[in-house]
């Protein structure tokens, strides 16, 4: 009895294909042909197979989208209105006086910790890096608030955060207008919120005064 063996360092786990042949004389020559040639595909398919599961994964890494000076701009300082709201209104919801003041500071500091969070979700996207706010910098701004005499306090924070409203506003206006789809409607959705904390913030100073 004969065979055909493939060499064992062609196929791994030692899988050999033998193609036994009987030898008399009824053997069809064209039949071993065959089976030869179904021995030697299968080898060779193998063989292709492990070169191309040895080739090196590749992948492409997402490129960030280039984004316009003017729109890095409005990042980095919306970033910094925002943080300092927070810082501020943290010590108002503490000290104010009136206990409006301070259930309207205490909306301020969720509501912009809320807004600064997804301005730092939506910079990640765009590969935008937010300026690292000083910690030393907001503890200053707030010792400078907590020293504040009680009887003047409602009215300055107001007074301060009607103006850092006003500003943010100014900022996000121009934002909507960013060619950047994604900014645009961060802006847009914020904006509104900003006007409605500076027409809250009025109403509110008014009825201390």
Known sequence: MSGIHLPDDTLPKRVILRVTMKTHIHS?????????????????????????SDAPYTTTEPRYIEIKDSDRTFFEKASRLGAD????????????????????????????????????????????????????????????????????????YLEKLIDA??????????????KDADIASFAGQHMATFRQHLIEAKALKDRID
């Not at 039949?31 to 179904?38: E, G, K, N």
């Not at 910790?113 to 935008?128: I, M, P």
């Not at 690292?132 to 020293?147: M, P």
């Open 28 to 52: 069809s020559p064209i039949r071993i042909a065959a089976l030869s040639v179904l021995t030697l595909t299968a080898a060779a398919s193998y063989t292709a197979a492990q070169t191309s």
């Open 85 to 156: 709201e927070v810082a501020l209104s943290e010590v108002a919801a503490d000290r104010a006086i009136h206990d409006s003041v301070r259930s309207f500071a205490a909306q301020m500091v969720s509501t912009h910790k809320k807004a600064n969070a997804d301005l730092a979700t939506l910079a990640a996207r765009k590969g935008v890096a937010l300026p690292v706010h000083d910690e030393n910098d907001t503890r200053k701004l707030q010792k400078e608030w907590s020293e504040k005499k009680a009887k003047d306090f409602d009215e300055d």
């Open 165 to 178: 409203h006003e500003d943010a506003i100014d900022l996000f206006e121009k934002a909507v207008k960013s």
